[in-house]
Every structure is written in structure tokens, then in C-alpha cells.
């Protein structure tokens, strides 16, 4: 239910949660992304139609047209570097594979990401088992290019057949279970998280508390770490206070044991902390998406995850169009620490937040306008802002837009009301 309501783009600002035998009852307190009431009748159906759907377990994705695979997905987890995200987008468009969707995600040296590449001979999945081959040997020697003998990096290449896993949340899962990026060094919190675990002894749980800077997403990010590490949330209470966020689980193992060990509380301390930080991490984030809408804004965010600079994108499709944005950066000595990139239709719209290549947000001006002017030789439009977690300096006008584009999807999600089935990549 979290991961639907996250879905939707719906700020979580309070929860309670109270599951005991067969029964549960949930409380979410929900706001749009400019904080306002929700009071439209036909979004509020369409978020129980949604919250119905996927409580009885019907809802699929489908990712075949016509028989054949519409993409292949590219799992990679390795250690992190300036230019990485465009070394790899390079081999992509060498090998002719078309991104069509892909996420990406650094945490302190580590990086994570799901790419959707679509085969320029089919427009579909990669087919022929050579290429398949070809594609992972090649990627391979990219991200071993630097890592160390304790971090073996990974290259995974699947053809989906039935709905594919929710791509954040398997994000945390590659850098939690298979990269353990939560094991980096010295563990420490850079965000002033601090999370505690006791046991409830005369009620049988484990209570876990979790103080962090508040955000969107956050409910997410919490809840599906401790599904994935196998624990089960019988009660919760959620708030904030300020820019401070509060969180108290009563959680028991899936066997229905407590935690009884100094090494489960620990692990289970690091992972949240780790699932906390990761999107707000001090290097930044980037969110590219292709929309079949046409307004007359290039791109607005509703919300950001990090402070720092980010640069809005917005391109014609074609194939190769990722590994020359991104070759851009490189060239001007911009870092890109997370991604995320969709395509829909002809247009492609992405935002990126990015460092200096030392990780600093003090990006050079210059740099900005030479990024600008190289994007407009593939006819890319690039508008930049810079951003704080901490402060909202919007003006007048910003909200205005911000306003509008809020209004022109709302107004796109009531007309999908009558046909609910999602696409996602």
C-alpha cells in the first residue's frame, strides 16, 4: 500500500499502522506534492482503485507486444567514478542498444543501476544470445576498470515475462543485499539519522525507532527494506515535527521471533540507515522521463530529493541520445551520482543533479553554459536551478508553474481512471 501511494506521487505525512490476527487497519495521512488537501473526487477513486488493485494481487504489467519482449533489463552494481554512467551509456550505443528506461543510484563509493535497453535491429529484447553475451562482456570491462578485490562488481541481463519488480525498491535491494554498500568503511551517519532497536518483552516485539530529516519517500524507503530483510511491521506510528521526521515500528521476524542478537541489531541498524541516506546522499540525483503530454513548460519537478544543482532536460528521442548527454557532462567536469530515465513516444525530459568532479556543489557557472550550448546542437533544451532539501526559495512565478503542470497531471491521471493499467519502466 505504501508503494501505491508512493506511486502516485502523494506526500505520506502521518501513519498509523495496527495489524494483529487476521485483521489490519492502516491510517495515511496523504497531501499532494505542493502540500494541498486532495478534494477531487475522481483522484481520490482512482487512489482506492489503485490501493484495491494491488491488495488483491492483480495488478500486472505487461511487457509483451505482439510476442516478443518489448526490452532487456541491465542490472549493474560496482564502485562509483566521475564518468561512469556515460562509459557505460557508450558501450550501450556502440552495441546498438537503445535505452528506452534506466535508474541509477550512488551511496558512498558504490553504485547501482537497472537499465531497459531496447535492440535497434527489433525494437525489442535483445534476442540473438551473442549479443546477449557481447553486451555483458563488454560492460563488464567497464565497471571492472577500477574495482577493488573486495568489491567485486556485477552484471546482470534479464528478459522480463511478467511484471517486473518495483525499480527503486529493487535498487535498494542490489545495494543492500548484493553490494552491501551499507558495510562501506567505517559506518557512520552523514544525515543525522539515528536509529535505535529494543525489545517489548511483555507485548513479544522488537521496537525499532528511526529519527531522520524529513522527506518524501521516506515511508517507502523504510518499509520495503524492512519487508526485503524479512521482517514483518505489526504496529507503526509515523509523524513529523518540522523538518524532522519520526518513525516507530513494532516488528517481529517472519518466523515470529524477536531480534535477540547484538549482530541483528546492528545489521538491521546499518540497512535502515543506509535505505534513509541513499536518495538524500550528499552527491545528487538525476531523473530523466519521457512524457506522451504536451505543455508548454520544458520540465518542472514537483519535488527534490538533494541539495545541489539540478539541470532539467528535455530532447527528441533517438537512439544514443543518453550516451551524448551524458558524454556532455563528462567533457565539462560534471559528475552524475543517480539517474533515472524513461521514454515515451517521440520526447525525451530528464533532470539531473550534479557535482563539480570532486563531489562539491560549488558547480561553475561557465560550465552550465557550455553544457547548455553543446545540448542545443542535438536540438536539447536545458533550464537550471539549484536546489535545498532545507529551504524553499520558489518564487511567484515558479509556483505558478509548478501549479499548473500539478494540475495538467491530475487532470491526465482522471482521464486514465476509467482504464486503470499502468506502464512502468
Known amino acids: 500500500m505504501v508503494q501505491v501511494l508512493t506511486d502516485l506521487d502523494l506526500v505520506i505525512s502521518k501513519s498509523y499502522i495496527c495489524s494483529d490476527g487476521r485483521w489490519f487497519m492502516n491510517v495515511f495521512h496523504v497531501n499532494d506534492q505542493l502540500g494541498n488537501k486532495i478534494t477531487d473526487k475522481n483522484l481520490i477513486h482512482y487512489i482506492q482503485q489503485s490501493i484495491c488493485t494491488s491488495r488483491r494481487g492483480k495488478t500486472q504489467v505487461k511487457t509483451r507486444t505482439g510476442g516478443k519482449e518489448k526490452h532487456t533489463t541491465l542490472e549493474m552494481t560496482t564502485i562509483d567514478r566521475p564518468g561512469l554512467l556515460s562509459e557505460i551509456s557508450a558501450v550501450l550505443a556502440e552495441l ?4 528506452s528506461a534506466a535508474v541509477a543510484w550512488t551511496h558512498k563509493t558504490r553504485a547501482a543501476c537497472i537499465i531497459q535497453v531496447e535492440d535497434d535491429a527489433n525494437h525489442g529484447s535483445i534476442m540473438d544470445p551473442k549479443k546477449v553475451d557481447r553486451v555483458q562482456a563488454q560492460l ?14 556485477n552484471v546482470r541481463i534479464t528478459c522480463l515475462t511478467t511484471g517486473p519488480t518495483h525499480t527503486e525498491r529493487r535498487l535498494h535491494q542490489l545495494m543492500m543485499m548484493a553490494d552491501k554498500d551499507y558495510e562501506e568503511g567505517t559506518f ?3 544525515h543525522e539519522t539515528s536509529v535505535t532497536v529494543e525489545n517489548c518483552r511483555e507485548k513479544g516485539y522488537s521496537v525499532l525507532n528511526v529519527t531522520c530529516p524529513d522527506r518524501p519517500k521516506l515511508l517507502f524507503d523504510t518499509v520495503c ?21 519520526f518513525q516507530e515500528y513494532y516488528i517481529r521476524q517472519n518466523d515470529g521471533q524477536t531480534l535477540t542478537s547484538e549482530t541483528q541489531r546492528q545489521a538491521i541498524t546499518r540497512c535502515i ?18 512524457l506522451s503530454m504536451t505543455y508548454t513548460y520544458n520540465l518542472y519537478l514537483l519535488y527534490v530529493y538533494a541539495q545541489g544543482l539540478r539541470l532539467d532536460v528535455r530532447s527528441r528521442n533517438r537512439s544514443g541520445l543518453l550516451s551524448d548527454v551524458t558524454r556532455v557532462f563528462r567533457e565539462n567536469g560534471l559528475s552524475i551520482a543517480r539517474a533515472e530515465i524513461r521514454i515515451h513516444g517521440e520526447n525525451a525530459f530528464g ?3 550534479v557535482t563539480d568532479a570532486a563531489g562539491g556543489h560549488n558547480v561553475d557557472p561557465v560550465m552550465i553554459g557550455s553544457v547548455k550550448k553543446e545540448m542545443e546542437k542535438f536540438n536539447g533544451v536545458v533550464v537550471a ?23 495538467l497531471l491530475w487532470s491526465q491521471l482522471e482521464k486514465l481512471s476509467s482504464k486503470f493499467q499502468t506502464r512502468k519502466l
Not at 563488464?140 to 568489491?151: D, K, Q, S, Y
Open 351 to 353: 533532470s539531473f543533479h
Open 96 to 99: 546498438q542498444c537503445h535505452v
Open 225 to 245: 527494506t524492512l519487508t526485503d530483510m524479512q521482517y514483518v511491521v505489526f504496529h507503526a506510528t509515523v509523524c513529523s515535527k518540522g523538518s524532522v521526521a
Open 188 to 190: 557512520s551517519s552523514t
Open 385 to 407: 536551478s539549484n536546489v535545498s532539501s532545507s529551504s524553499n526559495t520558489n518564487t511567484d512565478e515558479d509556483q505558478t508553474r509548478s501549479s499548473s503542470l500539478a494540475t
Open 140 to 153: 563488464m570491462t567497464v565497471v571492472n576498470a577500477h574495482h577493488i578485490n573486495h568489491h567485486q562488481p
Open 273 to 290: 540507515t543506509a535505505a534513509v541516506e541513499r536518495r538524500v546522499s550528499h552527491v545528487n540525483s538525476i531523473y530523466i522521463q519521457n
